[in-house]
């Protein structure tokens, strides 16, 4: 049977053994895990509005789900290619290089609303 013919819950459980992995094994997202449970008591704390919490979410949710992607494609280039190559490499640091953006963006994210908060 194919992985698109599953139940929702057989999938759900496909993406929660995916997220189970980059917990054990990426230390990448783990520190990101915990910069978005910082952020979450400093939201906490400083009480900003709704608009906010969900900009900073949003952010940290993009920024883990571009891990997991650079994850996967890691996995699946040194299954298929486990020697050194000019290609595989360039895929390699095009999938760093999205998780670097998102993260620019969350820091975006971070620094206006230290803005914003500051200028209350």
């Not at 194919?2 to 230390?27: D, I, M, T």
């Not at 999938?95 to 953006?101: C, I, M, Q, Y």
């Not at 969350?106 to 914003?116: D, P, R």
């Amino acid at each position: 049977m194919s992985y698109k013919s599953q139940s929702f819950g057989a999938r759900l459980k496909f993406a929660l053994a995916g997220l189970g992995h980059a917990l054990r094994f990426e230390p990448s997202f783990r520190i990101q895990c915990a910069a978005l449970l910082a952020a979450c008591v400093l939201l906490l704390l400083a009480r900003p509005g709704a608009l906010w919490w969900a900009l900073v979410v949003l952010a940290s949710a993009a920024v883990l789900a571009a891990e997991l992607l650079n994850t996967a494609i890691e996995q699946l280039a040194d299954l298929l290619h486990p020697g050194d190559s000019p290609a595989v490499r360039i895929l390699k640091d095009c999938a760093a290089g999205g998780v670097l953006v998102a993260a620019l963006g969350a820091l975006a994210v971070a620094v206006a609303l230290a803005a914003h908060l500051l200028g209350r």
